[in-house]
């Protein structure tokens, strides 16, 4: 009788066990499931951290092309605006010192001025210029167009007024390449200073001026004052040479070649205006020989 019951007893606790365990694994393959369904779900994000990785590797690249482009921009902005303002900086320079010069300019026009209005008049009558019965070898000859005879000799320069300086800011005007400033400057010096040593250099000079300008006819006739009026000066070599260059500017190539020959027959085979008249006329020989 004990060990029906006890069987009994067994059995049901066996029926009673099935139900909890197949609960049981249910539970287990649902576990499971979500499980994998978590995988999957990291695995897409991982694709799409990925993705999102390249995306912003795109973007930071071309943010960096474009900063790098910004750059460049501001650079060359910078550069710009630099040389902007060195060049202001030069033109304010050049303007101090234009006034600086236009100031000194106007204290010796100045003081020319009272010095011409001081000077005593001429105690006898010149002779008119072109009058035959002065004796004159030029006498009845007008004096050429653009050109002015030097003064007679004064007692003396005008005071206040340095001819050095006068010279020197007219050989800035000519070096600096305002030809009409330098003419009127060498001009002026001539006409106050006619008998210093530097009277034949800005006679010159006057012509180189205009040669500059391509006013050839001018600078022939300013050349062939210095021929005239300084016959004896260093620069006479020079108005030759330079007299031949302003012929071949108004295409009287015969004239040149009368002032290279006369260059070449007065003057030592040293000096340079000989050397340069000689290499003046082979060039004019041959573009004679290559003449059609």
């Known amino acids: ?27 287990h393959q649902q576990l499971m499931a979500e499980i994998r369904m978590l995988q999957e779900q990291q695995q ?22 474009e900063a790098g482009v910004t750059r460049k921009a501001f650079a060359d902005q910078n550069l710009l605006i630099n040389s902007v303002g060195d060049t202001m900086r030069i033109l304010r320079e050049k303007a101090d ?29 010149m002779v008119p210029a072109g009058d035959p019965a002065s004796g004159d070898p030029g006498a009845g000859t007008p004096p050429a167009t653009g050109t002015t005879n030097p003064p007679a000799a004064t007692s003396g320069p005008p005071p206040n007024v340095s001819p050095a300086r006068m010279y020197d ?31 034949d250099d800005a006679q010159l000079n006057i012509g180189n001026s205009l040669f500059a300008e391509g006013k050839y006819a001018e600078a022939v006739t300013s050349f062939q004052k210095v021929i005239s009026d300084y016959p004896q000066s260093d620069s006479v070599p020079a108005a030759y040479y330079k007299l031949g260059l302003s012929y ?4 009287r190539v015969d004239l040149a070649r009368k002032a290279y020959d006369t260059v070449i ?27 059609p």
């Open 44 to 65: 897409q994000l991982q694709q799409m951290l990925g993705g999102l990785a390249d995306t912003l590797k795109t973007v930071t690249a071309k943010l960096n092309d």
């Open 248 to 251: 071949e500017g108004l295409r």
């Open 97 to 125: 010192d234009t006034n600086v010069r236009l100031s000194s300019m106007t204290q010796e026009m100045e003081a020319l001025r009272q010095a011409v209005a001081s000077m005593p008049p001429p105690a006898t009558a």
């Open 169 to 199: 800011n007219a050989f800035a005007d000519y070096t600096g390449g305002h030809y009409d400033l330098a003419v009127l400057g060498f001009e002026t010096y001539i006409k106050m200073f006619p008998r210093t040593d530097r009277a």
């Open 1 to 27: 009788m004990k060990r029906s019951v006890l069987a009994i007893a067994l059995a049901v606790t066996c029926v009673a066990a099935m139900p909890a365990e197949a609960g049981a694994n249910k539970e």
């Open 265 to 291: 027959a007065k003057y030592p085979p040293t000096t340079t205006e000989v050397t340069l008249a000689r290499q003046a006329l082979e060039r004019l020989n041959r573009a004679k020989l290559e003449q």
